[in-house]
């Protein structure tokens, strides 16, 4: 089944937005957008398990020889938060001793 969708975006340095159509099988684009709202809600085994959530997807789109790009950036996001969540932590426990 091949679907159509319109992807929109908006180019940084002139502020214009451009829209490209494609068709295809986009059953593995269908991903949650992390906010770091969303991020720093989540409780540290919740955030781990997404990490390893996105992990497992990228490796098996590679597997099938599809684009992991999309994934790779909310992966990016929430690896970002467990770093940050280390920082803080280190840096508490270096403070209290």
Known sequence: ??????????NGRD???????ITGDFSDLVQRKYTRE???ALSDAELKASEKELIKHINGLRAK??????FEIELCYVQ????RRAAVS????????
């Open 80 to 83: 970002d938060e467990v770093n």
């Open 1 to 10: 089944m091949s679907n159509r969708i319109t992807i929109s975006s908006t």
């Open 38 to 40: 969303m991020l720093t």
């Open 65 to 70: 020889n599809k684009s992991t790009h999309s």
């Open 90 to 97: 280190a840096h508490m426990s270096y403070k209290d001793s």
């Open 15 to 21: 502020k214009g937005t451009q829209r490209e159509e």
